[in-house]
């Protein structure tokens, strides 16, 4: 009985909330969206490639700042890529190749992972030896799935 | 010895790190970035507004990732209204009156903390009694800074 109740329950909520794909009233919001995510994570890792690369001098806490949003920003631009949602510089190959796109999305993901531990250090070294993967593993989704 | 070496490091520190206004190579980059932050809080905050609403069916798992992340935005756009980056939606006073600028953006991100806390409790009753107060934080300082 209960579990006859759980699973009428669910079905009323499966029906009542919008699914993922309909997150987003509009295409174009979803393409804003995740526009507005990898921008905002863009600037961050920029700052952090910048005093990696000595074009700007190491902070220790606002590479530690940037480093704690970049890898919190890693997990929202996803959503913004459902299925329907197609345009922007996204290249159709994010929806033909889906496993692939996941895999890099991941891989990026565990990248800054990292990069926030490394940034945590407070060693300009370690962001060095973290910042390399990290931008790798945005440049090869890059590469496959974003026209220039 | 040490004193001086220290207060020295610190002057050469203080010489080659830009200054917070200077986190942007250009104005435009600023006011891109407030505008991503404040649109990916945004969308979110606009999901947390619609299931307060009864607008969008409650999902408390979807609530609290909203509001997490709503909290988590709440605290970047600010870097993005350095002095020089006039523009966008942003009407003049944003740099003439920056006393209220400031109370009005502390005020919300204190009101997004305790949406956040609502959010948490999975009670959809909660997050509706935070909310309103969220929203109105947002919209007196729309009706002031921002040009429609």
């Not at 490639?49 to 074009?55: E, L, R, S």
């Not at 970049?70 to 159709?92: H, I, N």
């Not at 929806?95 to 407070?122: C, I, P, R, Y």
Request: charged share 20%.
């Amino acid at each position: 009985m209960k579990a006859l109740s759980t699973l009428a329950l669910a079905a009323v909520v499966a029906t009542a909330t919008l699914p993922a794909s309909a997150q987003f009233a509009k295409p174009e919001d979803a393409i804003k969206y995740r526009q507005s995510a990898l921008s905002v994570l863009g600037t961050h890792f920029g700052r952090l490639g910048a005093m990696a690369n000595g074009k700007l001098a190491f902070d220790a806490k606002a590479a530690q700042e940037s480093a704690e949003i970049v890898a919190f920003m890693s997990k929202l631009p996803w959503a913004g890529f459902a299925a329907g949602t197609e345009g922007g510089k996204a290249k159709p190959e994010v929806w033909k190749e889906q496993a692939k796109f996941h895999d890099l999305s991941d891989k990026m993901q565990a990248e800054v992972v990292k990069l926030n531990a490394a940034a945590k250090t407070g060693n300009l070294d370690s962001l060095k030896a973290a910042f390399g993967p990290a931008a790798n593993s945005c440049k090869s989704c890059h590469d496959s799935f974003r026209n220039r």
